[in-house]
């Protein structure tokens, strides 16, 4: 049998922290005898880490880690179909083929995340209003399931296991290879357009007036801002740049980024440093120092600031964060977004890393997160009972307003609130017990949720 080594997990907000029995598979043949032994009573995949609770923990069970299952199989230029394993990242994927002109069609706000773990949390982007979550991208994947049966699931071949795995956190069995279209860009960069709001009527107004134009769209908006200025925000706007259009100094090697360095955060801060009042302090410059204007950003910067900072979660310090995203529809959004703003402002929680975006129309996804409205998400440092109490007045204001919070960054859900927010999770059981009627795939988050019980 394989070996484990019993280790302390956590999530990208290391809250909670749990032990795992983990594995480190480098074969199919390897995760097949992992899946269809008895060795452990359950088992969940891990990818490289950056769900934020407990999507990828379980505790005292099996915990197979999918850095190893990272081979690119197959490419066609003419199409921009990628045929790879599921532990290919979305990092290996820009380094081989942004040089050859192709760009991930969605990427979330981390470019270190694998492609099978992009799947499972149907992750979305800025384009999400133009174009969706990655599964628009997804021709097929192979699917090891409970029984030990490889699947080829595709919306025309097992569409019920496709849908249910698109979103469905890892429950459904194995992704061992994905088929993903990549799209064709000219160079490196964005055009950005950065536009100041003074408030959230104006935010809103924006979107919908802009959203049209550009391919990606988001906004930085200051959650501690209160009274006139509640939701005041730094909208950025972009659409990929062509090489005419380029400064000078970046024509020559459009498609390469040229030697960008990046930081670590070498420890765990101190409680302090993230309080009230120096976040409000951050939020401050940031929005005082945005101007509006045309700016050319390279795809790292305008899409993943957070990367450039090795370890930045140990900006929260060893108790850990939260990071609360919730999408809410587009009838109440406007509604729903108040009452969470004033929520956070009142409550003083210090967010600096607070981003609101569009969504387009939701998808067949059993488990998927988005639906057309609006989404707001937020990070929140770990105070113990008193941020568990406020998480719950933020569920209760999202449910109110028909929306829902993501998996992929939940930590502190509660099961009833959960059921209310996934009204299709009863058709996901449904084909979890066909595709694993032995329940061999579970997570901490799973049965803390309710989508599974006991293992």
């Known amino acids: 049998m394989a070996r484990f080594r019993v280790e302390q997990l956590g999530g990208w ?43 990828a923990l379980n505790e005292k069970s099996g915990v197979m880690l999918y850095e190893r299952l990272n081979r ?46 992009a799947i499972a949390a149907d992750v979305h982007g800025k384009n999400h209003h133009r174009d969706g979550c990655i599964s628009e991208f997804v021709d097929e994947f192979q699917l090891l399931t409970g029984r030990g049966q490889v699947l080829v699931c595709s919306r025309a071949q097992n569409a019920d296991a496709f849908w249910a795995t698109i979103g469905g956190m890892g429950l459904t069995g194995v992704i061992l290879t994905a088929k993903l279209r990549l ?11 950065y536009k100041k709001t003074r408030n959230l009527d104006q935010t809103l107004e924006a979107f919908g007036e802009g959203d049209a134009a550009y391919p990606y769209s988001v906004a930085w908006i200051d959650c501690l801002a209160s009274g006139a200025s509640l939701g005041r925000s730094v909208l950025m706007r972009g659409n990929h740049a062509g090489v005419a259009e380029l400064p000078e100094k970046f024509r020559r090697n459009a498609l390469n980024l040229q030697g960008k360095k990046t930081k670590s ?62 999408a809410l529809p587009r009838e109440t959004s406007r509604t729903g977004l108040i009452a969470m703003l004033e929520e956070l402002s009142r409550s003083g929680r210090a967010s600096f890393l607070a981003v609101l975006k569009t969504f387009g129309p939701e998808n067949r996804g059993l488990l998927s997160f988005p639906r057309a409205g609006q989404t707001l998400a937020i990070d929140l440092p770990n105070t113990g009972q008193s941020m568990r109490e406020s998480l719950a007045r933020l ?28 009204p299709r999770l009863n058709e996901f059981k449904q084909v979890k017990s066909r595709l694993d009627p032995n329940n061999r795939f579970s997570s901490s988050q799973a049965r803390r949720l309710g989508i599974m019980e006991g293992r």
């Open 395 to 422: 569920d209760a204001i999202v449910v109110k307003n028909g929306g829902r919070v993501y998996l992929a960054k939940d930590a502190c859900l509660d099961r009833p609130t959960f059921e209310a927010m996934y």
């Open 13 to 55: 907000g290391n809250y909670p922290v749990l032990s795992g029995n983990v594995y480190r598979p480098e074969k199919i043949s390897e995760v097949r005898e992992l899946v269809t032994g008895n060795e452990q009573s359950s088992l969940i995949t891990r990818g490289l880490g950056r769900s934020y609770g407990d999507a």
């Open 183 to 193: 799209i064709p860009v000219a160079s490196a960069y964005l055009a950005v357009d």
């Open 265 to 326: 955060m070498p420890c765990n801060m101190p409680g302090f440093a993230l309080s009230h009042w120096t976040v409000k302090a951050f939020n401050s410059v940031f929005y005082w120092r945005h101007n509006d204007g045309r700016k050319f950003v390279d795809y790292d910067s305008f899409f993943y600031p957070l990367d450039s900072i090795g370890n930045w979660n140990r900006m929260y310090g060893k108790r850990g964060f939260v990071q609360y995203q919730a």
């Open 72 to 117: 690119m199989l197959d490419f066609n230029p003419a199409s921009g179909w990628l045929r790879c394993e599921a532990g290919v990242s979305i990092q290996e994927i820009l380094d081989v083929f942004v040089p050859r002109g192709f760009f991930p069609p969605v990427t979330p706000g981390t470019k270190f995340v694998t492609l099978g773990g």
